[in-house]
């Protein structure tokens, strides 16, 4: 009898364990927030608000890591009614991984790839929690020209990759046209495999911007899906859906209706079903594949090589020569000493271009439409002149010769103006 009670209370111990397990606990960013702000990091830099949730990465069920985008600061998070914030990183500066792909891997983190304002990097970064540092981790094989990522997830034991094979210059002009790889990493091996090369447009290949695929503001992640939130300018959210195995990227009638959430009330992905939690507690679910599909990329489809047309290529070359050759008879001398500038030269003089026009709003409040014309960027698309605004406000403030603040507008308090100081 004593050991049919035993039984029985280890048997429901077990199945409240399960029960708890499957639901990720409540996120207080509030009180994470301020026990990170305790350990002095910019606020600029950290950027809390806009980036946490596509910057943290679920160790089990009560403990997380968190990587602020575009910095190599590292953070244990345990959670509970009152989570405890732990830095275990050493560095105290920022890198070149804003939008770079964080993910676990044997109870080892990695992050790979990401972007600068003016440069990328490529690098496959592990974090080393003995002499707490982020290591380069080599990889047999992988191309030494590679400029930067541009797409990658992750299925299994290995990593699909889009690379990209070009100076980083060219890494601003979205219609310019780029040597491409896509392949995978095997991380048991750690080997690279190159399966397509090709040439395209980052514009034709990639779902948003021209830094690569965009991760979002919010990333819930499983072994088959992962669903990416994007901030909108009325403070909405859009939700899309990436299926990993078919290399999928969708935006449903199902995935429009999801809700924002903060942290008491998430998202969290359970095979192929997706679970929305409030605040209160009760929670919907659906299936990943539910709804009709209005938006789509096929990566695997478009990562394959594109078919050679000859007849293209007489139509383009023969003209072309005929032109060189004119050019050559009708001028003898050529000058190339004033004809080419260091990439290093071009972008500081771009940057020193921008911060003389903020001197001249100095001490003034501009709207966003002002700042995007003095950054020459108001010509893009929505997405990009969002993502490129946000890393050159962050560059300007890191050179802190000038600093640029966002305020509510005093017209209407919905929409924020710019404060230059």
Same mark, same amino acid.
């Given at each position: 009898?004593?050991?049919?009670?035993?039984?029985?209370? #280890?048997?429901?111990?077990?199945?409240?364990?399960?029960?708890?397990?499957?639901?990720?606990?409540?996120?207080?960013? #509030?009180?994470?927030?301020?026990?990170?702000?305790?350990?002095? *990091?910019?606020?600029?830099?950290?950027?809390?608000?806009?980036?946490?949730?596509?910057? *943290?990465?679920?160790?089990?069920?009560?403990?997380?890591?968190?990587?602020?985008?575009?910095?190599?600061?590292?953070?244990?998070?345990?959670?509970?009614?009152?989570?405890?914030?732990?830095?275990? +990183?050493?560095?105290?500066?920022?890198?070149?991984?804003?939008?770079?792909?964080?993910?676990?891997?044997?109870?080892?983190?990695?992050?790979?790839?990401?972007?600068?304002?003016?440069?990328?990097?490529?690098?496959?970064?592990?974090?080393?929690?003995? +002499?707490?540092?982020?290591?380069?981790?080599?990889?047999?094989?992988?191309?030494?020209?590679?400029?930067?990522?541009?797409?990658?997830? &992750?299925?299994?034991?290995?990593?699909?990759?889009?690379?990209?094979?070009?100076?980083?210059?060219?890494?601003?002009?979205?219609?310019?046209?780029?040597?491409?790889?896509?392949?995978?990493?095997?991380?048991?091996?750690?080997?690279?495999?190159?399966?397509?090369?090709?040439?395209?447009?980052?514009?034709?290949?990639?779902?948003?911007?021209?830094?690569?695929?965009?991760?979002?503001?919010?990333?819930?992640?499983?072994?088959?899906?992962?669903?990416?939130?994007?901030?909108?300018?009325?403070?909405?959210?859009?939700?899309?859906?990436?299926?990993?195995?078919?290399?999928?990227?969708?935006?449903?009638?199902?995935?429009?209706?999801?809700?924002?959430?903060?942290?008491?009330?998430?998202?969290? *992905?359970?095979?192929?079903?997706?679970?929305?939690?409030?605040?209160?507690?009760?929670?919907?679910?659906?299936?990943?594949?539910?709804?009709?599909?209005?938006?789509?990329?096929?990566?695997?489809?478009?990562?394959?090589?594109?078919?050679?047309?000859?007849?293209?290529?007489?139509?383009?070359?023969?003209?072309?020569?005929?032109?060189?050759?004119?050019?050559?008879?009708?001028?003898?001398?050529?000058?190339?000493?004033?004809?080419?500038?260091?990439?290093?030269?071009? #972008?500081?003089?771009?940057?020193?271009?921008?911060?003389?026009?903020?001197?001249?709003?100095?001490?003034?409040?501009?709207?966003?439409?002002?700042?995007?014309?003095?950054?020459? *960027?108001?010509?893009?698309?929505?997405?990009?002149?969002?993502?490129?605004?946000? #890393?050159?406000?962050?560059?300007?403030?890191?050179?802190?010769?000038? &600093?640029?603040?966002?305020?509510?507008?005093?017209?209407?308090?919905?929409?924020?103006?710019?404060?230059? +100081?």
């Amino acid at each position: 009898m004593k050991f049919k009670k035993i039984f029985s209370f #280890l048997f429901l111990f077990l199945f409240i364990n399960k029960l708890f397990a499957q639901y990720p606990r409540i996120i207080d960013t #509030l009180e994470i927030h301020n026990q990170i702000k305790a350990f002095g *990091i910019d606020e600029e830099v950290l950027n809390f608000e806009l980036y946490f949730f596509s910057s *943290i990465v679920f160790k089990n069920d009560s403990t997380l890591y968190y990587n602020p985008n575009q910095t190599l600061h590292l953070f244990e998070i345990h959670l509970g009614d009152i989570p405890k914030v732990f830095k275990i +990183s050493n560095h105290n500066f920022s890198g070149h991984n804003f939008n770079r792909h964080l993910f676990l891997h044997n109870d080892t983190l990695y992050s790979y790839g990401g972007q600068g304002l003016f440069n990328s990097s490529s690098k496959f970064l592990y974090f080393d929690y003995r +002499s707490k540092l982020w290591r380069t981790k080599e990889i047999k094989y992988y191309p030494f020209d590679s400029k930067k990522v541009y797409n990658s997830w &992750k299925i299994g034991n290995k990593i699909m990759v889009l690379l990209g094979h070009f100076s980083d210059f060219q890494t601003t002009k979205i219609d310019t046209q780029i040597q491409f790889s896509f392949g995978e990493i095997n991380l048991e091996k750690f080997e690279y495999v190159q399966k397509n090369s090709f040439v395209s447009t980052s514009q034709e290949l990639l779902f948003q911007t021209p830094i690569g695929f965009f991760r979002g503001n919010y990333i819930y992640d499983s072994d088959l899906y992962s669903l990416h939130g994007y901030y909108q300018e009325d403070g909405d959210t859009k939700w899309r859906i990436f299926d990993k195995i078919a290399g999928s990227f969708n935006g449903t009638t199902t995935t429009d209706l999801l809700k924002p959430v903060d942290g008491i009330s998430y998202h969290y *992905i359970i095979d192929s079903t997706i679970n929305y939690r409030d605040q209160h507690g009760n929670i919907e679910s659906f299936d990943a594949n539910s709804g009709s599909i209005f938006l789509s990329k096929d990566y695997f489809e478009l990562y394959k090589p594109k078919p050679k047309s000859k007849s293209l290529y007489y139509v383009i070359c023969v003209p072309l020569i005929v032109i060189v050759i004119f050019y050559f008879t009708k001028r003898k001398k050529i000058y190339y000493s004033n004809s080419m500038t260091s990439i290093s030269q071009t #972008l500081t003089e771009e940057f020193q271009n921008i911060e003389n026009k903020l001197k001249d709003q100095q001490s003034k409040t501009i709207s966003k439409e002002k700042l995007d014309e003095i950054f020459g *960027i108001s010509h893009h698309s929505y997405d990009t002149i969002k993502t490129r605004r946000s #890393l050159i406000i962050n560059a300007v403030n890191r050179n802190k010769k000038l &600093k640029i603040e966002r305020v509510r507008s005093q017209i209407d308090k919905r929409f924020f103006d710019y404060k230059i +100081s």
